[in-house]
């Protein structure tokens, strides 16, 4: 018997320096990992073997190379079948970071629009991409 716990994650992706063991990522693999420890020791003691895994998405596409080795070892995929998942799955990310940062600033131009209703749009540009608008006292 085998039971395969599998955790997706999709997270910020941050690393202060070059090596890849301290990325936000694998830490977040790490902490998942750990989260089904005790969901491990349960189960091998009813008999099972149990792969306890990480797949962790960062929201602008990366993939850690640890990800591979889950698809293929721990569930079995063949590796052009790992590889297009693991394609897919970071596309799906990058999409969804898109829409989710389309939709916050639909939402803060409504916000803005309804909090000045006296002014024209002069600045708007500037504001949604996060400067600062211009005021010249002109308009």
Request: net charge positive.
């Amino acid at each position: 018997k085998t039971v395969a716990v599998v955790d997706l994650a999709v997270a910020f992706e941050e690393q202060a320096n070059d090596d890849p063991e301290s990325s936000a990522l694998a830490r977040i693999a790490a902490h998942k990992r750990a989260k089904y420890a005790g969901i491990k020791r349960h189960l091998e003691r009813q008999g099972w073997k149990v792969h306890l895994s990480a797949l962790v998405y960062g929201s602008l596409g990366a993939v850690p190379a640890g990800n591979h080795k889950v698809f293929t070892e721990h569930l079995g995929l063949l590796k052009r079948d790992a590889k297009r998942l693991d394609r897919q799955l970071s596309v799906a990310c990058i999409q969804s970071s898109r829409r989710i940062w389309n939709l916050h600033c639909s939402q803060h131009r409504a916000r803005q629009q309804t909090q000045r209703p006296h002014q024209g749009t002069r600045g708007s540009r500037a504001t949604e991409t996060g400067g600062t608008p211009s005021h010249t006292g002109r308009h």
